[in-house]
């Protein structure tokens, strides 16, 4: 199993290399048309090199692509998570590091300074200016308020409560009462803080290698995603059909090839019900509907974990139309690759545990970014 402290292959550590470095030189994260041209100098293709890329529970790896609002996918932001950071090998990372665990401290010194009541959460908000200010005078870390909330926006850990836009990087706000941060106290250095990582992200999301998924998972995984849609967002389910633990296809075994046509189709009828407080374009697509509406609420970084995941379930869609439509098969055969999917098969079983797999936790990282709906 692949684990937050194994080292990186020489793809994934030249690609950290590559992001941190132009970071370091420039002051901003480089976007993909610099990171393309430069690993094809190489050799490599950045699109393979991310594929391979180990992933683990809300998609966190090394690197993550932030999807350019609207424009050119060459304009995508390429950027490095503390892991990236770590595996990239940069003697100039190491200062990134530092200021990152520099005020995770910084902000666990404040949730410990509160006074808490037995009746109702006492607030603890800081915002990024004065984090910056603090971890400067404090911890002696040369920094400031967007590089604090490039790093903290892309960490599990800290994520929660951290309002950051790429938009507006120096104007942002930590709601240090959303997560206890102790898990993280007193760290030895980014290795001791790896290894707690990994008992918040677990190990990467399996392929067709992955355990087998209990029929019910995913029919209940799609209750869950309702029931926290109501709390969050309004009465209204967001996929208005009856309830998915009674009966439905998708708890049915899979066989063979018919069957696993069967559950593709029932899951993507299943998504394309979902309907959000938000004017539908025209002749957009359930999914872009529903990235559209949680765009401009959520966090950069939490946002870029949601577009992974509805990137996987469009995957599923797009692996049922293969099956049903001419024309459509090379689309299916980016489908099956981006869900580690072969493209023969002697198991339908496996395949659609597989894909039941995905599905449940794209379906989960959508339900845990609706707890960061701002």
């Not at 200021?99 to 300074?113: K, P, R, W």
């Not at 604090?148 to 990087?169: C, K, Q």
Request: proline share 6%; net charge negative.
């Amino acid at each position: 199993m692949t684990s937050l402290l194994d080292p990186p292959t020489p793809d994934e550590q030249r690609l950290c290399a590559v992001i941190t470095e132009a970071y370091l030189t420039y002051g901003h994260w480089p976007i993909y048309q610099y990171v393309a041209h430069t690993l094809a100098q190489d050799g490599l293709d950045l699109d393979q090199v991310l594929l391979r890329l180990p992933t683990w529970q809300h998609y966190y790896s090394s690197c993550k692509r932030i999807r350019a609002g609207g424009g050119s996918e060459l304009e995508d932001q390429m950027r490095v998570s503390v892991l990236g950071l770590a595996r990239s090998g940069d003697r100039g990372a190491a200062a990134l590091i530092g200021t990152f665990l520099a005020a995770l401290q910084t902000a666990i010194t404040l949730q410990g300074d509160v006074t808490p009541r037995p009746d109702r959460v006492v607030e603890v908000k800081i915002a990024g200016s004065d984090l910056a200010e603090r971890v400067v005078s404090s911890r002696h870390v040369v920094t400031n308020a967007r590089t604090l909330g490039y790093l903290l926006s892309g960490e599990p850990a800290t994520w929660s409560g951290v309002s950051f836009n790429h938009s507006e990087p120096e104007a942002w706000t930590w709601d240090l009462s959303r997560r206890s941060l102790m898990p993280f106290a007193d760290l030895g250095g980014v290795d001791e803080y790896l290894q707690r990582l990994e008992g918040m992200v677990g190990i990467p999301e399996g392929a067709v290698s992955a355990p087998p998924v209990p029929p019910l998972t995913l029919p209940m995984m799609l209750d869950y995603v309702n029931a926290v849609w109501r709390v969050e967002v309004g009465p209204e389910p967001l996929f208005s059909i009856g309830s998915f633990t009674q009966g439905a296809k998708l708890a049915q075994p899979c066989l063979d090839f018919e069957d696993f046509e069967s559950r593709c189709s029932a899951l993507s009828d299943v998504l394309s019900t979902l309907r959000v407080p938000l004017e539908r374009a025209k002749q957009e697509g359930a999914l872009q509907w529903l990235k559209r509406y949680l765009k401009g609420r959520l966090a950069d970084e939490v946002f870029a974990s949601v577009d992974e995941a509805l990137a996987d379930l469009q995957a599923i869609i797009a692996l049922r139309a293969s099956h049903q439509h001419q024309g459509a098969a090379s689309r299916g055969v980016k489908s099956m690759a981006r869900l580690q999917l072969p493209y023969l098969t002697t198991s339908w079983t496996a395949a659609w545990e597989a894909v039941a797999g995905r599905a449940g936790a794209a379906l989960d990282t959508i339900r845990w970014s609706l707890t960061h709906i701002s």
